[in-house]
């Protein structure tokens, strides 16, 4: 028998009770019977069909769980804006709709490090709260390649290598701290977990980093904390 999941074979090739019922009736039935309705009785009394049949309660719950799985999943694709955006072309944008919906959920914190060249020429680099940029401003022209995220000067750090302009900003759910003697880090306000973006370094607990190929930076790197509620 199903076990009633939302892939549920059975809940998704019958659109209502009578039709399952339905499937389990043979024309032989039919024929020594002669009334539908009898037939499909004697389907749900298990005198008839296959195996042990569903009831119709049974059915019903397994069927309104489905839609609602279905109509759940619709509308969380409807919230990520890299839902039907071609991305395979860029890695960077891959990787960025991979972690959009954990980002989004809270479940995962990326920070992500940009390098690259601005407009006048100038090599900037910077640490992007991905998480809070998600909520911040509207992602669908990236993931449609209209856009190139650049790191500012209100994001977790930013330095310009021209003018060796520092610039931090304490975010919601990180804050960041370049005067520590061990170097940049940042502290997950969640779980109290702190993220080492040393590159000899390891990251911390419940943290990955990640070096990305991409054509439109000198360099990105991603480093994912896994959020632990601190108990």
Known sequence: M???TPGDNIINEFATYEEYLDSQISAVDLFYLEDRDLARQLVELGYRGSGEPLKRDEFDARKKAAESFRLAKRWQAKLLASHGKDVAHSPFLTALADR????RNGKMTTIIFLRLRNARGQEISGYIDYAHRLKSEAFDAYFAGTKTMVPRRRTLSFFNWED????EQQHAQLASDC?????????????????NVDPKAD????????????REYIQVVLYDHLTRRKT
Not at 164 to 167: I, Q, Y
Not at 203 to 214: I, K, L, M, Y
């Open 203 to 214: 990251a911390g607990d419940n943290t990955e980093r990640r070096e990305v190929q991409s």
């Open 164 to 167: 060796a302009a520092v610039h």
């Open 2 to 4: 199903t076990d009633g």
């Open 179 to 195: 005067r520590h003697e061990t170097g940049l880090l940042f502290k997950n306000k969640r779980d109290r977990k702190v993220v």
């Open 100 to 103: 959009e919906e954990a980002n």
